[in-house]
Structures are given as structure tokens and as C-alpha cells.
């Protein structure tokens, strides 16, 4: 299974059970030591992961961290665990902080088992940094995120490689985390910067900057939503949909599958993107609804495009493999304001069970 794949797997498991998990110790067990399983250290080997390492550092004495991941018997990465969901604010990891100055480890891990935040120090050598430079959600991840996430991997394991990307990372991450936050609410300073380089030197009142904010906020979402659909559209002239698409024909009571739906299919499989391969993700067109199913499994519902009536686009959500409410669309967009619903959707079935190869020379012997 390929790494991506095991986190997925993973991720489906953890979902599923993460609201049972109470403890640290529970968190330990179903969710971190699989996912430093998936990295590719034996957990059960000492000599690549020690739980509970212990070092005396200064006054403390016997105090223990709960995991160190080993390289030629010295620490590389510590990991501090708290309970699924805790908080993981950097007031939590004063043992990591600790650890990381009396050990080799150029890396600390701060996890609850649902979000990992890595640590190193690069704005004061042997001083574990207070913002970490990379944050991985097993829930919620992108394949730029498993990209970077395998550069901790013992195969592929390069402590130059990554330090010398990790500052771009951090920065890279807090550009973002930025703009995301200008893009949903615009803050004064901002507003004021553009409107300033916009329409020169103009007394900015209360009301320009109420109507400058206005403006910034909307020309975001026209911008996103356009390269969105600048995407879907190069997706659909080079991408086969996972359907055969009927012909349309009037009167007869054929199955048409329209350019709405086929757009609806692509941007469901985009949301899902992370989640499951799109390759599971189908789709089938009945003549009052349009199917999106996982596996091609109609046991296995995502979600119903009701795309018949283009001035009443509607979409159907499962909950609990069950149907849910059926919610009114402006625009095939706005399926995205659903994507955390049809996520957790995919998420909540279990995953297939494996299928085990039997050689061709038994089933000759059993045939004779």
C-alpha cells in the first residue's frame, strides 16, 4: 500500500473513532503509534522508538518524553503526545522544549493524535522554535502536505533536506494562514494599503473603509472562484468522468447527464481530494437525480446532484448512510460550502476489506 494510501486508511479508522478515544494513553495507541508506523519506524523496536525516553535535565530529574524516533541510536524526532483533540498551544509543550536542548533531536512533534505540529529551531540553534515550521491534520490533509510529511520517513529521512526547506515551509505556511484570513475578513490595515495604491491619497473615512472592505472581500471571492473554475473546466476537457454520459435526447425519457452535473461530479471529487483516490469516487445519472457514489457501491452514497430544474439546483447529503435534508444551491459552486459534510460522509464508511491473491497452482489443484 502506498503511503499516501496508509494514511488514508488511517484517517478513515481515526475519524471513525476518534469521538470513543478519551485518554492520552488510548490517543498513544490507536493514533500516534500508527502514524509513526506509517513513517516507517518499528514502534515495537527499541532501538528506532523509544517510548517514555527519559533525561535528567537540569534540576528535573526522571523526567520522560513520550516518544523519541532513533537513527544510529541517537534521537531525531521527540514526540509529546496530549488526548485526541486537547489543545496544542506552545504552552503545552514545555517538556518538548526541554528535551529538544539537552538531546540530538533537531525535531519535537506536538500531536493529539488528529493534528501533528513539528518543531525545530531556527531562530535560535538547540532552542526549539515557539511557531512550528509544519502542521499535518490526518483529517484534513493535501498531497502537498504528504509530500512534505515523507521527508520524515525513515527511507527517505535527510536532516540537511529538510532544514534547509524548513524555513520556506514555515513562511510559505504563514503567507497563507494570512492571506486566507484577509480573504474571509479584510482588516483595516489592509484595506487601507490597497485602497491607498488604488485611488492615491484620499482622506479614508470610516465609510471608504466600510465600502473598500466590501470591495476586497468580493474580488477575492470572484478571483478564487474563477481560477476554481478555470480548473474545472481544463479538468474536464483532459479528464474522462468515471460515467457514460447518455445522449441527450428530447421526449423519449432518456438520461441526460448535463455540463452542470458533469461539473458538480468534478468539484465533489475535488473536495475529496486527499481523502480518497478519484478513482473510487463515480458517478451515475438516473432521470431525477445524478448518483455520486464511492466505489461505485450504492450502498456507498456521497451525495445527489438535483440538477433537473437549472433555475432549482438542489443537493441531497447522506448522514449516517442516511438521507439527509436536501439544501438549495444559488450555483453548482455551491457545493463547496458542503465539502465538510460530504467529507465526513466518505469518511464515516469503513474501508474495503483487503483482497488476498490466491496463486494460480491452488486453485488448479482445487479445480482437480
Known amino acids: 500500500m502506498d503511503f499516501i494510501d496508509q494514511l488514508r486508511s488511517l484517517s478513515t479508522r481515526i475519524a471513525a473513532t476518534k469521538d470513543i478515544i478519551k485518554t492520552e494513553e488510548a490517543t498513544k495507541n490507536a493514533m500516534v503509534m500508527p502514524f509513526i508506523q506509517i513513517l516507517g519506524y518499528n514502534v515495537f523496536d527499541p532501538l528506532e522508538v523509544t517510548p517514555e525516553l527519559v533525561?535528567?535535565?537540569?534540576?528535573?530529574?526522571?523526567?520522560?518524553?513520550?516518544?523519541?524516533?532513533?537513527?544510529?541510536?541517537?534521537?531525531?524526532?521527540?514526540f509529546e503526545c496530549k488526548k485526541s483533540g486537547a489543545d496544542l498551544s506552545i504552552n503545552h509543550a514545555s517538556q518538548l522544549f526541554r528535551y529538544f536542548h539537552v538531546t540530538a533531536a533537531r525535531f519535537g512533534v506536538l500531536t493529539n493524535g488528529l493534528v501533528y505540529k513539528f518543531f525545530t529551531d531556527l531562530e535560535s540553534p538547540n532552542k526549539m522554535d515557539e511557531t512550528p515550521f509544519f502542521e499535518f491534520n490526518i483529517l484534513d490533509f493535501k498531497e502537498r502536505d504528504v509530500e512534505e510529511l515523507k521527508k520524515f520517513a525513515k527511507s527517505a529521512f535527510d536532516l540537511d533536506a529538510i532544514l534547509n526547506t524548513a524555513n520556506d515551509l514555515k513562511f510559505t505556511t504563514a503567507i497563507q494562514t494570512r492571506l486566507a484570513d484577509w480573504m474571509a475578513d479584510p482588516d483595516e490595515k489592509f484595506v487601507r494599503l490597497l485602497a491607498a495604491d488604488l485611488v492615491g491619497t484620499r482622506k479614508f473615512t470610516q465609510p471608504?473603509?466600510?465600502?473598500?472592505?466590501?470591495?476586497?472581500?468580493?474580488?477575492?471571492?470572484?478571483?478564487?472562484?474563477?481560477?476554481?473554475?478555470?480548473?474545472?473546466?481544463?479538468?474536464?476537457?483532459?479528464?474522462?468522468?468515471?460515467?457514460?454520459?447518455?445522449?441527450?435526447?428530447?421526449g423519449d425519457g432518456a438520461v441526460v447527464t448535463t455540463a452542470e452535473e458533469v461539473e458538480?461530479?468534478?468539484?465533489?471529487?475535488?473536495?475529496?481530494?486527499?481523502?480518497?483516490?478519484?478513482?473510487?469516487i463515480g458517478l451515475r445519472d438516473a432521470q431525477s437525480y445524478c448518483a455520486i457514489l464511492l466505489d461505485d457501491n450504492n450502498r456507498r452514497p456521497i451525495c445527489r446532484l438535483m440538477f433537473n430544474n437549472p433555475k432549482r439546483l438542489a443537493l441531497m447529503l447522506f448522514h449516517d448512510k442516511k438521507e439527509g435534508d436536501k439544501v438549495a444551491l444559488e450555483s453548482v459552486d455551491g457545493i463547496y460550502a458542503y465539502a465538510e459534510q460530504i467529507r465526513a460522509t466518505v469518511l464515516a464508511y469503513p474501508p474495503l476489506p483487503e483482497v488476498r491473491s490466491v496463486p494460480v497452482a491452488a486453485v488448479v489443484a482445487a479445480a482437480v
Open 55 to 78: 533525561a535528567d535535565v537540569g534540576t528535573k530529574k526522571g523526567e520522560k518524553v513520550d516518544y523519541a524516533v532513533l537513527q544510529d541510536g541517537k534521537p531525531i524526532m521527540l
Open 208 to 250: 471608504v473603509i466600510e465600502q473598500f472592505t466590501a470591495i476586497t472581500k468580493r474580488a477575492f471571492e470572484q478571483m478564487l472562484s474563477e481560477r476554481i473554475n478555470d480548473r474545472l473546466k481544463g479538468a474536464m476537457k483532459t479528464e474522462t468522468p468515471a460515467v457514460e454520459v447518455a445522449a441527450e435526447v428530447e
Open 264 to 280: 458538480g461530479f468534478h468539484i465533489v471529487r475535488a473536495i475529496l481530494r486527499g481523502v480518497v483516490g478519484p478513482h473510487r
